[in-house]
């Protein structure tokens, strides 16, 4: 089945840097992947996604990019600020009907002011 | 529009006993999908229900069961529970088939002793 590696588990960056989190995924029938920002003690919040028929998504200082032929993806946070403190989960979906996410181990990020 | 909803929040239960979990999808979404968080293992699926029926089961044994009503929401059961299920149960609403993107409830935090 899928299995998605999910790197740095901790980040750490000072407020205004860039922060970049990588996933790779195990099953090359994989369509579709989606990021989650979760703070304490709150749900997993959808922040961005992309399907694997697109190389690069943007959407204002978040970022994400899709490497097929590696098998890996990528989120890019520019200009981090404190409120992105938080822990990232990358997650792939195979095809084949079904809905499932298999979730990376999460990424705890600290933006320090 | 009202976002996934989860009944109840909390939970205490000692070992032995069963437990049931519900959850609301946002409205007009047909699938539901329910997670277990723990802090060793991550977001890892137990089921998914699509039109009242499962569609897709992860590695957790038999105590794990679900349901899902013609109205959409579903039902998770533990049975015989043991101290290893205290978790947080998540469950995420889709449109499933067109919309791949899934939204999360706020979950049930599952203490057993």
């Known amino acids: 089945g899928e299995n998605v590696e999910q790197h740095p588990s901790t980040l750490s960056v000072q407020e205004g840097d860039s922060a970049v989190i990588k996933c790779t995924y195990s099953?090359?029938?994989?369509?579709?992947f989606p990021w989650y920002k979760q703070e304490l003690g709150k749900r997993p919040q959808l922040i961005i996604d992309?399907?694997?028929?697109?190389g690069e998504k943007k959407d204002q200082r978040i970022a994400v990019t899709l490497n097929k032929t590696a098998k890996h993806f990528s989120l890019h946070i520019t200009e981090t600020q404190p409120e992105d403190s938080a822990v990232y989960f990358c997650?792939?979906?195979?095809?084949?009907?079904?809905?499932?996410?298999?979730f990376g181990k999460g990424t705890k990020l600290t933006v320090n002011p | 529009k009202a976002g996934v909803t989860q009944t109840p929040r909390y939970l205490i239960k000692t070992r032995g006993q069963q437990v049931t979990l519900s959850c609301s999808p946002i409205?007009?979404?047909?699938?539901v999908s329910w997670y277990q968080q723990t802090p060793g293992q991550g977001l890892q699926f137990l089921f998914e229900?699509?039109?009242?029926?499962?569609?897709n089961k992860g590695n957790f044994p038999g105590r794990f069961s679900g349901r899902q009503f013609s109205n959409s929401r579903s039902e998770m059961n533990v049975s015989t529970l043991e101290l290893g299920d205290s978790a947080l149960y998540l469950c995420?609403?889709?449109?499933?088939?067109?919309?791949?993107?899934?939204?999360f409830g706020p979950g049930t935090r599952l203490t057993v002793t």
């Open positions: 995420a609403s889709s449109f499933r088939t067109w919309n791949y993107e899934q939204y």
């Open positions: 099953d090359s029938a994989s369509n579709y």
């Open positions: 992309i399907r694997s028929n697109v």
């Open positions: 997650a792939a979906r195979s095809q084949g009907g079904s809905e499932k996410l298999v």
């Open positions: 409205s007009g979404h047909r699938s």
């Open positions: 229900y699509f039109s009242e029926t499962q569609r």
